[in-house]
């Protein structure tokens, strides 16, 4: 290239540079809007209390929509797992939410095995997401993430300490899901014994090792109002689809003959801190955590079952691809043995018939000399018997004609 080129080409670079401004950038960003508003975002909550704690009424509050959810009964066997998915649209976002609520937990007398259905339901869902991914011919892009992003755990507002079904249950769940306990019902107590109930109960967890879900801190623009509302924990709330006119607007509160206890003031609950942190803030980041934390931690443990160990330097494609070529050339050794064992075992029977064979074929050699022997015999027997015969004829025959010849000879006498 010619000095007079290269300066050509330097105008065009610098006419070029000055063309693409936040008005005319290079290209139309137009598609990637509708691409991302086009996008369906999935997000599951599973909610875990008692019958009657008030899980539905916040679902509804917290989505500021009436889910129509039928009341439970008291009087169930056994706990189980009633999921319902609803589409919900904000502006131009779309959310395919699924709330999946634990029905029964608590009211048995034997509640020893309450965790077991809430454990399998995870899992199960844990297992589907195993299952897409092992496949040849997978599409993750279009398959519907059903595992659990996050658990409302609702802690009845006893103001005393954690029951011990609920402590149970949490330290089953806290390797699988991401926990967020809430204290229900949190008008029924005072604000001082509130404070006090609060961290009563994150001393207790603390101390039985159960750990609960903490707001990120590692992003510096949510980072101080992260470690702000982990220090809030559990989140005191009031859920209501009520509203009360306070003032000059109309508010969602529960009405009270003593006063009105408003959803959205901070100063009566924590139910806003609860909705920036669950729906606004962190939802990303508590999906992100059920992929790479839990389920990652079910695959391992999945993996290691089925005979996979961890290596660093293989992907989990490689390492897959890596343990069915090893299985395949086991199961080549293992024809080969049988192959082989198979010919040994065919050698050996024919040797076998051989061997049977032979002596069937002597001991038939055998009979048939034995045969042949007492064949002769016989026959030496009747030709003796013959000559005896023979004998006995002639002798009879002489002995008629020697009575016939002296019956003769009387007669002529006689004359």
């Known amino acids: 290239m010619t ?23 290079l290209f139309d960003t137009t598609w990637l809007e509708k691409q991302f508003y086009k996008k369906q975002y999935v997000f599951n909550i599973m909610c875990v209390g008692e019958t009657g704690i008030g899980k539905s009424t916040l679902m509804d509050t917290l989505f500021n929509t009436n889910f129509d959810s039928k009341p439970s009964s008291h ?3 056994g706990v189980k797992l009633k999921a319902n998915t609803y589409e919900l649209q904000e502006s131009n976002v779309k959310l395919k ?7 029964g937990y608590g009211d048995q007398i034997d509640k020893s095995d309450s965790y077991k259905p809430i454990i399998d339901y995870i899992d ?5 997401y195993l299952q897409e991914e092992l496949k040849v011919k997978r599409s993750l892009h279009a398959y ?7 658990c409302l755990f609702f802690l009845a507002p006893t103001g005393h300490s954690l029951k011990s079904l609920d402590m149970v249950t949490m330290q089953k769940l806290d390797s699988k899901v991401n926990i967020i306990p809430v204290i229900a019902k949190a ?10 109930f609060k961290i009563k109960l994150m001393n207790e967890l603390i101390s039985n090792g159960i750990h609960i879900y903490q707001f990120p801190t590692d992003d510096e623009t949510v980072a101080e109002m992260n470690s702000t509302m982990n220090n809030h924990l559990p989140f005191a709330i009031v859920g209501s689809m009520d509203e009360v006119k306070v003032g000059n607007k109309m508010v969602k509160a529960r009405q009270y003959p003593w006063g009105t206890v408003q959803v959205e003031n901070e100063n009566h609950c924590d139910f806003v801190k609860l909705r920036e942190m669950l729906i606004r803030t962190n939802m990303q980041d508590m999906i992100d955590t059920t992929h790479y934390k839990h389920y990652e931690l079910y695959r391992c443990n999945k993996m290691k079952d089925m005979g996979f160990t961890d290596n660093d330097n293989m992907s989990f494609s490689e390492s897959y691809e890596h343990k069915r070529q090893q299985l395949t050339s086991e199961l080549q050794k293992k024809e080969e043995e049988m192959k ?16 049977a064979e032979k002596a069937l074929h002597a001991k038939f050699e055998t009979l048939k000399k ?10 030496e027997k009747k030709r003796a018997l013959e000559d005896q015969i023979n004998l006995f004829q002639k002798r009879k025959e002489q002995a008629q004609a020697m009575a016939l010849q002296q019956s003769t000879l009387s007669k002529k006498g006689k004359k």
């Open 187 to 196: 008008d029924t107590i005072t604000k001082a014994e509130l404070q006090k």
């Open 124 to 128: 199960s869902h844990f297992e589907a």
């Open 97 to 103: 939410l699924t709330v999946i609520d634990s029905v």
């Open 3 to 25: 000095a007079e080129e290269m300066g050509k080409r330097v105008k065009e670079i610098d006419l070029l540079e000055e063309s693409v401004t936040p008005e005319s950038p």
């Open 370 to 379: 034995q045969h042949a022997e007492e064949k002769k015999q016989l026959e």
């Open 144 to 150: 519907h993430d059903s595992r659990i992003h996050a």
């Open 340 to 355: 082989q064992m198979f010919v040994v075992r065919v050698k050996e029977k024919e040797s076998e018939l051989r061997e």
């Open 75 to 77: 009087n169930l066997p």
